[in-house]
């Protein structure tokens, strides 16, 4: 997904109401009353989710672009009102799969898991020809978090996630086989790859928390991240470095001159390695009354192309007055984005408003990758927050190796070398921000918000410059949609399950430790003005 803020969002949204209400109209001009009740018009429909929009019939454009729209609001992290299109679009045909299979989904992540089985068993059931196989790694999920909402239980999915792996296996090879043309088979196997990687993840989740069978487990879970990467260009190791290295050139003692960028305390930037615990840390912030959390969707690093931009014309302008000027309507302008964005959000969600939050005094811009980013956030925000949650190195690794991502930028967290030479560019410009910039980020070592809940609590709200509030001590009891990978286990409260948790694997992760060599210690203590680290990891 690309963070750009929700700005192309708000874009999409316009244009696909403005087809629906067109849709609706023509509908109504040829007198359709929306009935569309019989089984062999439902069934069309269905038919239809893969064909061209030029042939598809006019219920079935509606629902499509109901679907589409949906998933845009999904993506804004709209999510009650994307559960809320979907619904629109199974009005007009109640069993369209594709929107049973993603409002399933967004019940997952607004923690609606009795209603998320109902839509995924649906599909299950319907979908006899397999064709949203992505329905079963939902149905993990909503098993992983609450087995009891689904009484036919993991009996009922594993055989067909068992013999479904079985045939697509044959269908891959028979069209390699058969294949004439290799673009078109470059299509088959992506497809099949995909449909396997689902189903081996599922399984994974299957064996890890209900089995507990750790080989059967580690035998999934290494087959879903093979084909996860089959066809996958190789990780770029020199680009990466590369990029490390020009942080390292550019951001130097110098770069950054006194008295310039916002004096706005305003923005709090939290930033990490994936899977280190960062959204806990938003939930708990977000948990105070004058603090809201704005999702997953980072306006600052949406703006920065914009923001790099400015700042180096304004450079060469030789006019520091200019320079200070334009940096400082940069600020402005993220900070008016992130206030504009969240008070759409809110005033449009049912699941997320909170009354008592209608002015709230910090925002938090959680996205973990920003950390590549720290050398900009000062320069416009001087005085605003950065934390940098940091976790015990091979728990984070392992469970970045074991989560599916998006398509994207994490693709290669599949693998232990590109994975691990990730994380060591990752702490070298860790590193390097300690050096050039002393003290200027607070760092949050996640033991200790497990060990120490309320010790990082109250320390995290101070640094807010905030009055304590004990609502804080009670994040998990609100009601909130969370987009993550973490989506289930911040309902959860604070749990321990997770420290230590890569030991289980331990005697396949070998290789893995080779690789991150001396990056595996965890030499970061919470630095929050105040906090003394409470040994217990």
């Not at 690794?397 to 991502?405: P, T």
């Amino acid at each position: 997904m690309h963070h750009d803020g929700g700005s192309t969002h708000q874009e999409s949204i316009a244009l696909y109401s403005k087809a629906i209400q067109r849709l609706l109209k023509m509908r109504e001009l040829i007198g359709r009353d929306g009935d569309v009740g019989t089984s062999s018009t439902l069934n069309n429909l269905n038919s239809e989710i893969y064909l061209d929009n030029s042939s598809k019939s006019l219920e079935g454009l509606l629902v499509h672009a109901y679907c589409r729209l949906a998933h845009v609001y999904f993506m804004a992290n709209m999510f009650d009102i994307a559960l809320g299109v979907y619904t629109q679009a199974l009005e007009i045909s109640p069993t369209y799969l594709d929107a049973l299979n993603h409002r399933g989904a967004t019940n997952v992540i607004l923690g609606k898991y009795n209603e998320a089985a109902k839509d995924f068993d649906q599909v299950i059931q319907l979908d006899t020809d397999r064709v949203f196989v992505d329905v079963f790694t939902g149905m993990a999920k909503v098993l992983v978090a609450r087995e009891e909402v689904y009484p036919k239980g993991w009996e009922n999915i594993v055989p067909i996630m068992e013999d479904l792996i079985m045939s697509t296996q044959q269908l891959s090879e028979q069209q390699q086989q058969h294949a004439h043309n290799p673009s078109i088979f470059a299509t088959y196997k992506n497809f099949f790859n995909n449909n396997l990687k689902h189903l081996h993840l599922a399984l994974f989740s299957y064996h890890d928390h209900k089995t507990l069978d750790v080989d059967q487990a580690w035998d999934h879970v290494r087959k879903g991240n093979y084909y996860k990467l089959d066809g996958h260009a190789p990780y770029d190791y020199s680009f990466q470095q590369k990029k490390i290295d020009m942080i390292k050139q550019v951001f130097v003692p110098g770069f950054w001159m006194d008295g310039y960028g916002s004096t706005s305390k305003n923005l709090i930037f939290i930033v990490g390695f994936v899977r280190s615990g960062s959204t806990l840390l938003e939930r708990i912030l977000d948990a105070h009354p004058l603090i809201a959390g704005t999702g997953e969707d980072s306006i600052f690093n949406g703006r920065l192309p914009a923001i790099r931009s400015e700042v180096v014309e304004a450079s060469t302008s030789g006019s520091l007055q200019t320079l200070q000027a334009v940096i400082q309507q940069q600020a402005d302008e993220v900070e008016f984005l992130v206030k504009e964005r969240w008070k759409k959000v809110n005033s449009r969600s049912t699941q997320n408003k909170d009354t008592h939050k209608q002015r709230p005094r910090r925002y938090v811009d959680k996205m973990l990758m920003n950390y590549v980013n720290i050398g900009f956030i000062h320069l416009l925000y001087p005085n605003a927050l950065i934390l940098h949650v940091s976790r015990e190195p091979m728990d984070t690794i392992w469970s970045a190796f074991k989560h599916d991502f998006p398509p994207g930028d994490l693709d290669h967290t599949s693998d232990f070398q590109s994975l691990a030479h990730m994380f060591k560019c990752y702490k070298e410009v860790m590193q390097h921000w300690d050096q050039v910039l002393p003290g200027r980020i607070q760092h949050i070592r996640y033991e200790d918000m497990v060990n120490d809940f309320d010790g990082v609590a109250r320390a995290v709200i101070s640094a807010t410059e905030l009055p304590w509030d004990p609502q804080v001590l009670k994040f998990h009891e609100k009601k909130q949609a969370v987009n993550t990978l973490s989506t289930s286990q911040v309902r959860k409260g604070i749990y321990k399950e997770s420290i230590q948790s890569w030991k289980k694997y331990e005697k396949y992760l070998k290789p893995l430790m080779r690789y991150v060599g001396n990056n595996a210690i965890h030499n970061i203590t919470t630095s929050l003005k105040g906090y003394t680290t409470v040994h217990g990891d």
